[in-house]
């Protein structure tokens, strides 16, 4: 059975992105500081159709491991036109459903990823998600109000957060109007690791 999962990067001061995010600008220009781990590690570049990193490691096998288990994604408009310009075809290798206001066709890649843009909210893109995902585990993908959304409908099994040794002092936080009687929290893992902590959190909504 489909979990619904994120799985995000965040700073020490619990932000997600920077300020003045644009497609120009993506993350708000903190993905350096942030995501320093998975940059370091072979199977990110893997997953995004590049040659790049430094070690095939145990962060490498975190990073292989929520791919395989995802069937498909959810994301918001803003982190779709962010990406949109400098993804590369077929990035997701899964069905990909866009929350937006916008009337538009699916974007059908080469190879076996495929855009559908969702107009009538949350919950449609999750059913939709759900038979994409064939019982694999629908990740939301960002940004974070597109996580919050899920969040706070109650709709989130798992999430796996990686907080980075920085502060960003500035920026959009992740967890930014969560209601705090929504779930019981528990801490199903803890992995250290040198440039990051890694913490697996599952929910059960109350």
Known sequence: MSKIIFDSGISLDGFFAGDNRSPDNPMG????????????????????NMEGGEEYGADSKLI?????????????????????????EDLYKADVYVLTHEKREPWVQKGTTTFYFINDG??????K???????????????????????NAGLVDEFFIHIAPVFLGTGIRLFDGIDKDKYDIQIVEVIP??????LRYQLTKK
Do not use: C
């Open 29 to 48: 220009g903190v993905s350096p500081k942030i995501h320093t781990w998975m940059f370091k590690q072979k199977a990110f570049w893997k997953h995004i």
């Open 129 to 151: 998600a759900k038979q994409s995902a064939k019982g694999k585990d629908i990740r939301i993908q960002g940004g974070a109000n597109t996580i919050q959304q899920f969040l």
């Open 122 to 127: 949350i919950e449609s893109a999750l059913e």
């Open 193 to 198: 690791s040198d440039l990051t902590t890694h």
């Open 64 to 88: 292989d491991d929520v791919f395989a288990r995802t069937g498909a994604y959810i994301m918001g408009k803003r982190m779709f036109e962010e990406g949109e310009v400098h993804w590369a």
